[in-house]
Protein backbone atom coordinates (compact mmCIF):
# COMPACT_ATOMS: atom_id res chain seq x y z
CA UNK A 1 0.00 0.00 0.00
CA UNK A 2 1.45 3.33 -0.99
CA UNK A 3 1.74 5.75 1.77
CA UNK A 4 2.52 9.65 1.75
CA UNK A 5 3.74 11.65 3.97
CA UNK A 6 4.04 15.81 3.99
CA UNK A 7 7.12 17.11 6.02
CA UNK A 8 8.22 20.80 6.04
CA UNK A 9 8.05 24.48 8.45
CA UNK A 10 4.61 24.49 10.03
CA UNK A 11 5.12 28.32 10.03
CA UNK A 12 6.14 30.83 7.12
CA UNK A 13 6.67 34.35 7.02
CA UNK A 14 4.29 37.05 4.40
CA UNK A 15 6.14 37.61 1.24
CA UNK A 16 8.57 34.70 1.48
CA UNK A 17 8.33 31.04 0.42
CA UNK A 18 6.34 28.38 1.65
CA UNK A 19 8.34 24.65 0.64
CA UNK A 20 6.50 21.33 1.20
CA UNK A 21 8.00 18.24 0.18
CA UNK A 22 5.88 14.68 0.03
CA UNK A 23 8.10 11.21 0.67
CA UNK A 24 6.37 8.54 -0.92
CA UNK A 25 7.10 4.76 0.03
CA UNK A 26 5.70 1.56 -1.07
CA UNK A 27 5.70 2.80 -4.52
CA UNK A 28 7.57 4.63 -7.48
CA UNK A 29 7.16 8.01 -8.17
CA UNK A 30 9.05 7.16 -11.60
CA UNK A 31 5.58 4.95 -13.05
CA UNK A 32 3.82 6.45 -15.86
CA UNK A 33 0.40 5.71 -14.60
CA UNK A 34 0.11 8.45 -11.62
CA UNK A 35 0.68 11.99 -11.49
CA UNK A 36 1.60 13.39 -8.08
CA UNK A 37 -0.21 16.58 -6.44
CA UNK A 38 -0.86 19.13 -3.85
CA UNK A 39 -4.15 19.93 -2.65
CA UNK A 40 -4.96 22.41 -0.14
CA UNK A 41 -7.74 23.08 2.38
CA UNK A 42 -7.95 26.62 4.11
CA UNK A 43 -9.43 26.72 7.73
CA UNK A 44 -13.18 25.68 8.08
CA UNK A 45 -13.27 25.94 3.81
CA UNK A 46 -12.98 23.21 1.08
CA UNK A 47 -10.50 21.35 -0.79
CA UNK A 48 -8.19 23.42 -3.26
CA UNK A 49 -6.12 21.90 -6.30
CA UNK A 50 -2.88 23.84 -6.35
CA UNK A 51 -1.21 21.46 -9.27
CA UNK A 52 0.35 18.25 -10.22
CA UNK A 53 3.62 16.97 -11.67
CA UNK A 54 4.20 14.08 -14.61
CA UNK A 55 7.04 12.16 -14.20
CA UNK A 56 7.05 12.15 -17.77
CA UNK A 57 8.07 15.72 -17.72
CA UNK A 58 5.89 18.94 -17.26
CA UNK A 59 3.44 20.32 -14.64
CA UNK A 60 -0.23 21.51 -14.61
CA UNK A 61 -0.97 24.37 -12.29
CA UNK A 62 -4.13 25.48 -10.92
CA UNK A 63 -4.61 29.24 -13.44
CA UNK A 64 -4.72 31.25 -9.85
CA UNK A 65 -1.22 30.39 -8.72
CA UNK A 66 0.53 29.40 -11.52
CA UNK A 67 2.81 32.45 -11.26
CA UNK A 68 3.83 31.23 -7.43
CA UNK A 69 4.22 27.56 -7.71
CA UNK A 70 5.91 25.25 -8.71
CA UNK A 71 6.11 21.50 -8.12
CA UNK A 72 9.09 19.02 -8.74
CA UNK A 73 9.98 15.23 -8.45
CA UNK A 74 12.76 13.74 -6.76
CA UNK A 75 13.22 10.01 -8.15
CA UNK A 76 16.22 9.32 -6.46
CA UNK A 77 14.38 9.94 -2.80
CA UNK A 78 10.95 9.20 -4.25
CA UNK A 79 9.93 12.51 -3.41
CA UNK A 80 8.16 15.80 -5.11
CA UNK A 81 8.13 18.96 -3.71
CA UNK A 82 5.88 22.18 -3.71
CA UNK A 83 7.00 25.54 -3.65
CA UNK A 84 4.64 28.58 -3.49
CA UNK A 85 6.34 32.42 -3.87
CA UNK A 86 5.14 35.22 -2.19
CA UNK A 87 3.04 34.01 0.44
CA UNK A 88 0.00 35.96 2.07
CA UNK A 89 -2.37 34.87 4.60
CA UNK A 90 -4.67 33.32 2.47
CA UNK A 91 -1.89 31.16 1.56
CA UNK A 92 -2.61 29.71 5.21
CA UNK A 93 -4.00 26.20 5.10
CA UNK A 94 -3.45 22.36 5.61
CA UNK A 95 -1.79 20.99 2.73
CA UNK A 96 -2.00 17.72 1.31
CA UNK A 97 -0.02 15.73 -1.55
CA UNK A 98 -1.72 12.98 -3.18
CA UNK A 99 -1.27 10.71 -6.04
CA UNK A 100 -3.55 11.05 -9.37
CA UNK A 101 -4.04 8.52 -10.71
CA UNK A 102 -4.19 8.65 -14.94
CA UNK A 103 -3.74 5.09 -16.37
CA UNK A 104 -2.84 4.12 -19.37
CA UNK A 105 -4.14 3.46 -22.07
CA UNK A 106 -7.85 3.57 -20.29
CA UNK A 107 -7.33 7.56 -18.78
CA UNK A 108 -8.91 8.51 -15.97
CA UNK A 109 -7.92 10.88 -13.28
CA UNK A 110 -8.82 10.56 -9.68
CA UNK A 111 -6.87 11.01 -6.11
CA UNK A 112 -6.40 7.71 -4.81
CA UNK A 113 -3.99 7.96 -1.86
CA UNK A 114 -3.29 11.15 0.14
CA UNK A 115 -0.94 12.13 3.00
CA UNK A 116 -2.05 13.37 6.29
CA UNK A 117 -2.02 16.84 5.85
CA UNK A 118 0.83 19.73 7.07
CA UNK A 119 -0.80 22.73 8.25
CA UNK A 120 0.96 25.67 7.51
CA UNK A 121 0.30 29.26 9.17
CA UNK A 122 1.37 32.17 6.91
CA UNK A 123 2.41 35.15 9.69
CA UNK A 124 2.72 38.99 9.19
CA UNK B 1 -11.06 28.78 -12.00
CA UNK B 2 -14.59 28.39 -10.61
CA UNK B 3 -15.38 25.27 -8.06
CA UNK B 4 -18.00 22.90 -8.58
CA UNK B 5 -21.07 24.01 -6.82
CA UNK B 6 -22.99 21.69 -4.17
CA UNK B 7 -25.31 22.22 -1.32
CA UNK B 8 -23.50 23.34 1.88
CA UNK B 9 -25.58 20.28 3.27
CA UNK B 10 -28.01 17.16 3.23
CA UNK B 11 -29.17 15.36 6.25
CA UNK B 12 -31.13 11.87 6.33
CA UNK B 13 -31.93 9.62 9.17
CA UNK B 14 -30.33 6.11 9.31
CA UNK B 15 -31.60 3.68 6.64
CA UNK B 16 -32.62 6.37 4.73
CA UNK B 17 -31.30 7.73 1.13
CA UNK B 18 -29.57 11.15 0.94
CA UNK B 19 -28.33 12.49 -2.50
CA UNK B 20 -26.02 15.11 -3.06
CA UNK B 21 -25.52 17.17 -6.16
CA UNK B 22 -22.31 18.64 -7.71
CA UNK B 23 -23.02 20.80 -10.48
CA UNK B 24 -20.49 22.15 -12.96
CA UNK B 25 -20.18 23.37 -16.47
CA UNK B 26 -19.69 22.09 -20.20
CA UNK B 27 -16.27 22.28 -19.57
CA UNK B 28 -15.90 19.76 -16.37
CA UNK B 29 -18.34 17.67 -15.70
CA UNK B 30 -20.09 18.24 -18.63
CA UNK B 31 -17.51 16.81 -21.14
CA UNK B 32 -15.56 14.52 -19.10
CA UNK B 33 -16.67 11.41 -17.52
CA UNK B 34 -13.61 11.98 -14.69
CA UNK B 35 -15.98 13.08 -11.80
CA UNK B 36 -14.66 11.17 -8.78
CA UNK B 37 -16.29 11.92 -4.93
CA UNK B 38 -13.85 12.17 -1.55
CA UNK B 39 -15.50 11.72 1.74
CA UNK B 40 -13.62 13.84 4.67
CA UNK B 41 -14.02 13.28 8.34
CA UNK B 42 -13.31 15.75 10.81
CA UNK B 43 -8.89 16.22 10.81
CA UNK B 44 -8.32 13.40 8.63
CA UNK B 45 -7.65 13.30 4.93
CA UNK B 46 -9.75 13.19 2.20
CA UNK B 47 -10.82 9.41 1.35
CA UNK B 48 -11.72 8.00 -2.45
CA UNK B 49 -15.05 6.80 -1.89
CA UNK B 50 -16.36 7.15 -6.44
CA UNK B 51 -14.22 7.39 -9.59
CA UNK B 52 -14.85 7.96 -13.04
CA UNK B 53 -18.82 8.55 -12.39
CA UNK B 54 -20.02 5.18 -10.88
CA UNK B 55 -17.22 3.04 -10.09
CA UNK B 56 -16.49 2.32 -6.42
CA UNK B 57 -12.28 0.99 -5.03
CA UNK B 58 -12.22 -1.63 -3.33
CA UNK B 59 -14.09 -1.65 -0.19
CA UNK B 60 -16.09 1.11 -0.41
CA UNK B 61 -19.28 0.09 0.54
CA UNK B 62 -22.31 -0.09 -2.51
CA UNK B 63 -24.30 2.21 -0.46
CA UNK B 64 -22.42 4.76 -2.24
CA UNK B 65 -23.17 5.11 -5.89
CA UNK B 66 -22.42 8.24 -8.57
CA UNK B 67 -24.25 8.95 -11.61
CA UNK B 68 -24.57 11.93 -14.19
CA UNK B 69 -26.79 14.24 -16.31
CA UNK B 70 -25.33 16.76 -18.12
CA UNK B 71 -23.47 19.15 -16.01
CA UNK B 72 -24.54 17.74 -12.98
CA UNK B 73 -23.25 14.74 -11.22
CA UNK B 74 -24.54 12.95 -8.11
CA UNK B 75 -23.42 10.97 -4.95
CA UNK B 76 -26.06 8.78 -3.65
CA UNK B 77 -26.03 6.81 0.00
CA UNK B 78 -28.37 4.54 0.91
CA UNK B 79 -28.93 2.91 3.94
CA UNK B 80 -27.57 5.97 5.54
CA UNK B 81 -25.59 4.87 8.66
CA UNK B 82 -23.95 7.02 11.30
CA UNK B 83 -20.37 6.36 10.41
CA UNK B 84 -21.60 8.30 6.63
CA UNK B 85 -21.85 11.31 8.38
CA UNK B 86 -18.73 13.28 7.11
CA UNK B 87 -17.89 15.84 4.59
CA UNK B 88 -18.47 14.90 0.76
CA UNK B 89 -16.37 16.66 -2.49
CA UNK B 90 -16.54 16.15 -5.64
CA UNK B 91 -14.34 16.84 -7.99
CA UNK B 92 -13.58 16.84 -12.65
CA UNK B 93 -10.61 17.08 -14.62
CA UNK B 94 -11.41 19.97 -16.42
CA UNK B 95 -9.26 20.25 -19.69
CA UNK B 96 -5.52 20.72 -20.84
CA UNK B 97 -5.70 24.49 -19.05
CA UNK B 98 -7.80 24.10 -16.28
CA UNK B 99 -7.00 20.70 -15.63
CA UNK B 100 -8.32 19.51 -12.18
CA UNK B 101 -11.56 21.63 -9.53
CA UNK B 102 -13.21 20.50 -6.40
CA UNK B 103 -16.33 20.86 -5.57
CA UNK B 104 -17.50 23.56 -2.69
CA UNK B 105 -17.87 20.58 -0.41
CA UNK B 106 -21.22 18.78 1.72
CA UNK B 107 -21.73 18.45 4.94
CA UNK B 108 -24.11 15.10 5.45
CA UNK B 109 -25.86 15.10 8.92
CA UNK B 110 -27.12 11.53 10.04
CA UNK B 111 -30.60 12.32 12.01
Known amino acids: QVQLQESGPGLVKASETLSLTCTVS??????????WGWIRQSPEKGLGWIGS???????YYNPSLQSRVTISLDTSKNQFSLRLTSVNAADTAVYYC????????????????WGQGSLVTVSS | QSALTQPRSVSGSPGQSVTISCTGT?????????VSWYQQHPGKAPKLMIYDVNRRPSGVPDRFSGSKSGNTASLTISRLQAEDEADYYCSSYAGSYTFYVFGTGTKVTVL
Open chain 2, 26 to 34: SSDVGTYNY
Open chain 1, 26 to 35: GGSISSGDYS
Open chain 1, 53 to 59: AFYSGGA
Open chain 1, 98 to 113: ARLFIGSPRRSFYFDN
